[in-house]
Every structure is written in structure tokens, then in C-alpha cells.
């Protein structure tokens, strides 16, 4: 907008700038038509130029924006667009009710550790596509994201507090079925998930993060590969 506004500004100043002139272009004649002829080409020129580079602009900043929203590898939504996009929804809409899903995978460093980041990537994609084919079926009004290395949440709207449950026990029994190669023995990948709504918080989300964090803390002081659906008791 601030590049169309220049455009517009320079060629009304050339524009300004012809018609001062008319004076001296009708008294000399073709010469006087030439130069009328000339600027008005050169503002065509420069308009066509700097269209190009407006258009170029918005691109590259499309492109940051895109890369800046989108996760690389698991190809989902970054806490950045959660923070931009989605929570001043769910802070905006107190008639709304929203819940979340929080998938942490349990050790998850230590398996980075022992068979290295690419071992690991390739774990993360996996639990990636999971959770997202998981939701397939409920896609609308939800959104997908990996908001820290081994973190992953799911926002919904419109959708009961017990069909997300349902869909989350889902999710961590396919989890489960994920085989850890081991020299050793094969041990499953574990992950604690839980699952609350605004009901139990603070209609906000932040007020739903955090319920998460503490219903995933509550449940690793009693041991990993856990699961809840909020409930009062915590």
C-alpha cells in the first residue's frame, strides 16, 4: 500500500508538473508534443516498473510469512501462527467454546540422543501425520500445530468435550504402536496426552495451555505414556 501511494503521488506530480508546461508545449509546437509524448511514456515505465517490484514485494513477504507459519518437517501450523492467528480468536470469543489436545512425547530427547536427530525427525513426522489423519475426520473449525520440538497441540472449535476425548485415545494408541529401534529390544514411543476445554480455565488461550501443562505435569508425577480428559479432581 505504502509502494501504490508513491506511484500515485509521482504520477500526479508529473501530471502537475505537464500541465504547468502547457503553456510553453502549445507555443512551441511538435517539439512541445514530443515532450509531452516522452513524459508521458517515462511515467508508464516507471508505473510498469515499480508495479513489478509491488508485486515482488508482496511475494517475498507472503513467502516469510508462509515459512514463518508453516513447520518445515511435520508441515503443520508453528507457535508463531498460533500466537498471531489463533489465540486472539479464542481470547476474542467468549461464546465460543474451545478445547485443545496436547501431545508430549515422553523422553523424546533421549531417543535424539541415542540414534541421532534424523532417527528423530523421522519419529516426528510419523506422530505428525497420526494426529493429523486422527482429525481427519473432524478437520473443521481445528487446527494443528507443533508449538516446541516434541510438542504438539490441536485446537477445536464446535466439537463436544467427549468426541475430542474419543478421537484423543485415538491418537495415543497409534502413538503407542510406534516401534523405537533398539540393538537391544524394541520398546513403543510413549507420549502423555491430555485434553481440556474452556470450561475448566480461563476462556483464553493461554488459560487452555496451561491447563494443559498442568494436567501433563500432574500426570508425569505419576509415571509417562499417560492419558486424561480434564475433570475437576486436578
Known amino acids: 500500500l505504502v509502494i501504490a501511494s508513491y506511484i500515485i503521488m509521482f504520477i500526479l506530480n508529473v501530471i502537475d ?27 508508464f515505465v516507471l508505473a510498469t516498473i515499480l508495479s513489478v517490484l509491488l508485486r515482488k514485494y508482496e511475494s517475498i513477504i507472503n513467502h516469510i510469512y508462509t515459512e514463518a507459519s508453516i513447520d518445515p518437517l511435520t508441515n ?15 481470547d476474542g470469543d467468549k461464546n465460543l467454546n474451545y478445547t485443545m489436545l496436547l501431545v508430549n512425547l515422553d523422553k523424546f530427547s533421549s531417543i535424539n ?87 475448566f480455565c480461563e476462556h483464553t488461550f493461554n488459560g487452555l495451555y496451561k491447563r494443559c501443562l498442568f494436567l501433563q505435569d500432574m500426570l508425569r508425577s505419576r509415571g509417562h505414556n499417560l492419558y486424561t480428559a480434564d475433570s475437576f479432581e486436578f
Open 113 to 199: 540422543n541415542l540414534y541421532g536427530h534424523s532417527y528423530g525427525d523421522s519419529l516426528l513426522i510419523t506422530v505428525a501425520n497420526i494426529i493429523r489423519q486422527e482429525i481427519l475426520p473432524i478437520k473443521s473449525n481445528t487446527f494443528l500445530a507443533r508449538v516446541y520440538g516434541d510438542k504438539f497441540i490441536a485446537v477445536f472449535s464446535n466439537r463436544t468435550f467427549d468426541e475430542v476425548s474419543d478421537y484423543c485415545t485415538s491418537v495415543k494408541t497409534h502413538i503407542n504402536s510406534i516401534i523405537v529401534k533398539n540393538s537391544v529390544k524394541e520398546t513403543s514411543l510413549s507420549a502423555t496426552v491430555v485434553v481440556t476445554d474452556t470450561r
Open 76 to 90: 503443520m501450523h508453528t507457535s508463531d501462527f498460533i500466537n498471531t492467528k489463533i489465540a486472539p480468536m479464542i
Open 17 to 43: 508538473v505537464v500541465i504547468q508546461l502547457d503553456y510553453y508545449i502549445d507555443n512551441v509546437g511538435y517539439v512541445g508534443l514530443c515532450i509531452r509524448v516522452l513524459v508521458l511514456i517515462s511515467v
